[in-house]
């Protein structure tokens, strides 16, 4: 049996995490697993109370918050599976949920990444995840397959390639990270598994959903539904995940749409609600692309 390492990432979430840890240790049913949670430099220090209290689970506390791809690239670090499922703490894991995602990965060798079907777990019977459209690389848009929608069935026979997986729960091979490149950490938050979804896709590696399973996700408990951080990141990611991955054409047309489109209707909006943090954030986002380098790992984080 494959042994699997689920690895996750705690920010000033303690109570959320021991939720997750929860469910790894009664819910789920596959036998075979290694835990490893990485602390993000939260503000207080749980992993002296968790290493007494989950003694077979590995902890380990990063000296900084360097962001959601460096936690994970720690843990990738300390991960002895053969099999890597990286699950955000603010989950709940199914019974079979990695028995059905192991089975689908042996299946297949060319699956390099693997996501679940992901609910609300707020509403059980709401999807918020059954893959994704392929990327427009000329808007930097794409869809959500199912979101929203009440769960009837109608994605079970969808099981396939995707556009991306989703940063909320995916699987990876330790060997196929080996050939492709941990994840990219010039994102810090967002857009960070789309590129990594792009280094895959480069190295002949398929992205594929698994609707069959299920996972329970409480989205955006960690930064908030509508902050100034999460607009300042999204918008900054938006554009340096064009830039790290469209050809030139697709970047000039980009360009053109994002500042004669996207940037007027974003300050009129924002400028109505009188919403003056998210102008700044929003012009703080676009001046970082414009002030660094396609490969920069630099990161200004605006104390908002």
């Given at each position: 049996m494959k042994k699997v390492s689920i690895i996750t990432i705690n920010y000033n979430g303690k109570l959320v995490t021991e939720e997750l840890l929860h469910?790894?240790?009664?819910?789920?049913?596959?036998?075979?697993?290694?835990?490893?949670?990485v602390d993000n430099a939260s503000r207080e220090n749980p992993v002296p109370e968790w290493q007494e209290k989950y003694p077979h689970y590995t902890f380990m506390r990063a000296e900084e918050n360097e962001g959601f791809a460096a936690g994970n690239n720690l843990?990738?670090?300390a991960a002895t599976g053969d099999f890597l499922f990286f699950i955000n703490n603010d989950t709940i894991v199914t019974p079979t949920l990695i028995a059905q995602m192991v089975e689908a990965m042996e299946a297949n060798e060319k699956i390099g990444l693997l996501s679940p079907k992901i609910m609300y777990h707020e509403k059980p019977n709401i999807i918020q995840y059954c893959g994704f459209t392929p990327m427009n690389f000329y808007t930097c848009r794409n869809a959500c397959i199912g979101q929203y929608e009440?769960?009837?069935g109608q994605y079970n026979a969808a099981s396939g390639t995707t556009g991306y997986v989703h940063g909320a729960a995916m699987m990876a091979?330790?060997?196929?990270?080996?050939?492709?490149?941990?994840?990219p950490e010039n994102f810090f938050l967002y857009y960070e598994e789309g590129d990594w979804c792009e280094m895959f896709k480069r190295k002949q590696l398929d992205i594929e959903v698994l609707t069959t399973a299920v996972i329970y996700h409480k989205e955006s408990m960690a930064v908030g539904k509508n902050s100034v951080l999460k607009e300042y990141f999204i918008t900054r990611n938006r554009i340096l995940f064009i830039r790290r991955n469209a050809w030139f054409y697709q970047n000039f047309v980009f360009l053109l749409y994002f500042f004669l489109v996207v940037t007027p209707k974003k300050i009129i909006g924002f400028a109505i609600k009188c919403e003056w943090k998210f102008i700044v954030a929003f012009i703080q986002a676009v001046w970082w692309n414009l002030t660094n380098s396609r490969t920069s790992n630099f990161l200004y984080i605006p104390k908002y």
């Open positions: 469910s790894l240790q009664y819910i789920n049913t596959y036998p075979n697993l290694e835990v490893v949670v843990g990738i670090d009440e769960d009837k091979r330790k060997e196929h990270i080996a050939l492709v490149g941990k994840m």
